[in-house]
């Protein structure tokens, strides 16, 4: 009884991850497919473009060029993409995806964290 109670507690101190959300919402996918656009060409201004003023402001153009170096041309090949869902965390939605670069046999997490219609935060796992 005590282990089911401390294993309802941890579940319930996990952020909330909907996958009843079987399809992105439109701007969801617009971020997503604008964000791994703009890393394909490298493209700073497209990357922020959609981006709230904090995340602009804390991603520097070559900070930027650090990342899409670190990633040389990881999704340039192709891709394919799968929506998982979303996590609620503080006051941004965070909508995660499956991506599985061609022909790599790794597949990555990206998170999108959308804050009053903007992106406010992007990694790739």
Do not use: C, M
């Not at 579940?11 to 079987?22: H, K, M, Y």
């Not at 996918?29 to 497209?46: P, V």
């Not at 003023?53 to 900070?63: C, I, M, V």
């Not at 090949?77 to 790599?104: C, F, I, M, N, R």
């Amino acid at each position: 009884k005590v282990l089911a109670s401390l294993g309802l507690a941890v579940l319930l101190s996990i952020p909330s991850l909907t996958l009843a959300d079987a399809a992105p919402s439109d701007t969801a996918t617009l971020f997503f497919q604008n964000q791994i656009e703009a890393l394909n060409t490298a493209d700073y201004e497209q990357f922020v473009r959609h981006a709230d003023a904090e995340f602009s402001a804390a991603l520097t153009p070559d900070q930027f060029k650090q990342l899409t170096g670190a990633l040389s041309g990881l999704f340039a090949a192709g891709y394919e993409s799968a929506y998982l869902g979303t996590l609620q965390q503080a006051d941004a939605l965070v909508h995660l995806w499956k991506v599985s670069p061609e022909p790599s046999n790794t597949d990555y997490l990206v998170k999108i964290a959308v804050r009053d219609g903007k992106v406010a935060g992007f990694w790739i796992q």
